[in-house]
């Protein structure tokens, strides 16, 4: 693998652990192209601009995927990733549904180890605090023709983050827009899911509401993601969590929570989530809490659900009540290093450049 290290750091002007989610992106970033029917070598070079034109195939056919993963820092200043060989089959599962072809072990993973030691000093140590890595896939042949590309370039970039959300969110439950449908690309990360959501969240911000509920397309009565995370409902002591499906993302944020609540005997339920249920849950009192859960929230509680005109105002719990404040700490603190890891889900990084 070629490496080309940058002159000057940014990191001079930049502070990791104060720096805005997604907003001053790392010193390095690692390309890979795939022509001719083959992926090239891989290269490691100073973040920057690239040279492609308004005909890239990318803006006007939508093949274009990426990933969520996170880099952590512990007290010792030794560098984790977090169950990344999840990231690599997803991202493969996501280039499938979309007809582009699958990046290898070798230069997804060992890329990706080798761009986190390099700009190891972007890990923040500020607690709450982490890199976000975003490996993505995007159509590179220039070209007007509505056919699958011959031409991909595969990028992995980092960004020092804070943590995304600082607050428990009103969200308003979505019963007209939908975000997929089976047969679709639901289960995918690909660019065009994200873009299709934001007018619906657009109108639920200008109604007072921070985000959505998606519920299904055909009956918009059953729960399947919440804004770009995956849900979780906590009736009594039973956690709830939509089964995944091809209309819901396979969230390893979610799939380790889940682990989680089940090794310290959280009882846990995967299956489908009426509105009918949380409207009686809550009604009863029965109705404790209702959070988000993915790779750049952790966990997002959330305060109140409104559905068409009524409002569900949700319990405030401390930390000695809530699942999710309890289940957030097990979760940052195995992927931190401040806690033994019993599922083997925490990834050292060596240093070697």
Not at 171 to 187: H, L, M, P
Not at 264 to 286: C, H, L, M, P, T
């Amino acid at each position: 693998m070629e490496i080309n290290k940058i002159q000057h750091s940014k990191l001079d002007k930049v502070d990791p652990n104060n720096s805005a989610f997604g907003v001053n992106i790392s010193d390095h970033m690692l390309i890979c192209v795939f022509k001719d029917g083959k992926w090239g070598e891989p290269v490691i070079m100073p973040y920057g601009g690239m040279n492609y034109s308004p005909a890239l195939m990318a803006i006007h056919y939508g093949q274009a995927i990426f990933e969520g993963m996170k880099a952590y820092k512990d007290s010792n200043d030794n560098v984790f990733l977090f169950r990344p060989e999840k990231n690599f089959e997803r991202f493969n599962k996501s280039a499938e549904r979309l007809a582009m072809p699958k990046i290898t072990k070798e230069i997804f993973l060992d890329g990706l180890l080798s761009l986190i030691d390099l700009d190891r000093n972007w890990v923040p140590t500020k607690e709450g605090n982490s890199l976000y890595i975003r490996p993505t896939m995007f159509a590179s042949e220039e070209m007007f023709s509505a056919r699958i590309s011959n031409e991909y370039t595969f990028a992995i970039m980092t960004s020092p983050a804070n943590s995304y959300y600082d607050k428990p969110l009103k969200i308003k439950i979505e019963d007209y827009y939908t975000r997929a449908v089976d047969g679709g690309v639901g289960f995918t990360k690909c660019a065009g899911n994200y873009g299709a959501s934001f007018y619906p969240t657009k109108l639920a911000n200008e109604a007072g509401y921070d985000q959505v509920i998606w519920t299904d397309s055909k009956e918009h009565l059953y729960f399947e993601e919440s804004g770009t995370m995956n849900v979780m409902v906590r009736i009594g002591d039973v956690l709830y969590t939509p089964p995944t499906s091809n209309t819901i993302l396979s969230g390893i944020t979610r799939d380790s929570l889940v682990t989680i609540a089940k090794h310290n005997k959280i009882e846990v339920k995967e299956e489908r989530i009426s509105v009918d249920d949380i409207f009686n849950a809550y009604k009863s009192g029965n109705l404790k809490e209702i959070f988000g859960c993915g790779t750049a929230v952790v966990i997002n509680r959330y305060s109140h659900v409104a559905y068409r005109d009524f409002i569900m105002e949700l319990p405030e719990l401390d930390e000695k009540n809530s699942f999710a404040i309890f289940l957030k700490k097990q979760l940052v603190d195995l992927q931190t290093n401040k806690s033994e890891d019993p599922f083997g889900w925490r990834y050292k990084v060596e240093k070697k450049l």
